[in-house]
């Protein structure tokens, strides 16, 4: 086995809280009944951090973390002083690179701008806030607990910041929602564009199994619509000096997520809190993946690992690609043996057949996904599964 070369570190952070579950989302989130248990679980967090650290010693080696990501649920509902002692926690553990990126998800129904200012002064250098829509239609529609004035009421208080210590922020936005026409995709996404964010999230809404939306199917947009909101959307945010650097990820020069760019780099990131997924690579040419206990009761137990595999060499060229031809970027083929520990050989009739087909163009050092091959990525990377 080729000995690999561990790839930058990441840190992502779990907080399962919310105030209500919406009818779309599928990720590990529970609405809030009580009061939350803030304190205890920052604990919680900490002690997992120190038990994986100890567990995977082999693999950190000092590393330093070069982002963290406090996602959930619903991080805005801690407070400024807790995430400040979750931060101060985790830098006592392991060290923060010089330009470390520190992203907060926020909901803008629970923010003001105090709050704002307090994770700043926490440490936070990028919020990402769940706005998905301007419209308080589609709000209503999508389950959401802000309204649209509380969404532009976030986005300035973000504005603001940037002149204060925030180093960027992020606006998720959805499209293709119930009964949305084009004209009102494309109108939340010209409020967005006009916010000067540096960095948008732009994606289709779908529909996930076990969700409310799957027992309750809405009426969508059919795929012409579907595909008239994206080409005419991605018209305007070129035009506004957005630069798409992944499927649904557009930025304004040198603001693209880093931590989002660690994962779909098959970068190394740990993970803590209720269900959060982690992936190891280690020198001997192990790559691990794991879980961790989903539930708060189990989790605050202290039953912090739920599971741990081997990623074998036979789902590795898979695993690599899947989210590395999601980028619209150029795929190193020395990156492909360094963070795999496969040959080129490994994967060779596979390219052939992409490059026959004109899904990927190629020169001596790198691959690259063609325009064709976005039209059918999916087909693309089937080719790289398993058989």
């Not at 504005?159 to 929602?177: A, I, R, T, Y």
């Not at 795929?223 to 000096?241: N, P, T």
């Not at 060779?348 to 020169?363: D, M, Q, R």
Request: charged share 20%.
């Amino acid at each position: 086995m080729i000995e690999l070369m561990l790839p930058p570190l990441s840190l992502y952070v779990h907080i399962p809280w919310c105030v209500q579950k919406c009818p779309y989302c599928d990720f590990n989130s529970h609405g809030q009944k009580g009061n939350i248990p803030e304190h205890d679980y920052i604990q919680h967090l900490l002690t997992d951090l120190r038990q994986d650290l100890s567990r995977y010693a082999e693999s950190i080696q000092g590393r330093p973390l070069v982002s963290i990501f406090i996602g959930g649920g619903t991080p805005s509902l801690f407070s400024a002083e807790g995430i400040r002692d979750l931060l101060k926690g985790i830098q006592c553990a392991l060290p923060f690179a010089e330009n470390i990126e520190i992203t907060l998800e926020a909901n803008p129904g629970t923010v003001e701008a105090a709050r704002f200012k307090g994770y700043v002064d926490a440490g936070v250098t990028r919020i990402s806030m769940g706005i998905q829509s301007f419209s308080d239609e589609k709000l209503r529609a999508l389950g959401r607990i802000h309204n649209s004035q509380e969404a532009k009421s976030a986005v300035g208080f973000a504005q603001d910041l940037l002149e204060h210590g925030l180093k960027s922020f992020n606006l998720d936005l959805m499209h293709g929602l119930p009964n949305q026409t084009v004209e009102q995709a494309l109108d939340d996404l010209r409020q967005a564009i006009a916010s000067n964010s540096p960095h948008l999230s732009w994606y289709q809404l779908t529909i996930e199994p076990n969700t409310m939306f799957a027992y309750r199917p809405p009426t969508l947009p059919d795929d012409d619509a579907l595909w008239d909101i994206f080409e005419q959307g991605h018209q305007l945010l070129s035009a506004a000096g957005y630069q798409q650097y992944e499927t649904s990820a557009y930025a304004k020069p040198n603001f693209q997520c880093q931590h989002n760019l660690n994962y779909w780099r098959f970068g190394d990131y740990l993970a803590i809190g209720c269900g959060a997924h982690g992936k190891l690579s280690f020198t001997d040419g192990r790559i691990i993946r794991f879980s961790k206990t989903k539930h708060p009761k189990g989790y605050m137990r202290g039953d912090y690992l739920y599971e741990e595999k081997n990623v074998p060499e036979t789902e590795r060229a898979f695993e690599f690609f899947v989210n590395r031809f999601r980028l619209l970027e150029v795929v190193p083929k020395n990156e492909f043996t360094w963070l795999t520990g496969l040959p080129e050989s490994a994967v060779k009739n596979e390219i052939v057949w992409a490059l026959e087909n004109g899904y990927l163009c190629e020169t001596d050092q790198y691959w690259q996904v063609t325009e064709q091959g976005k039209l059918f990525l999916n087909e693309l990377l089937e080719k790289f599964l398993p058989e």
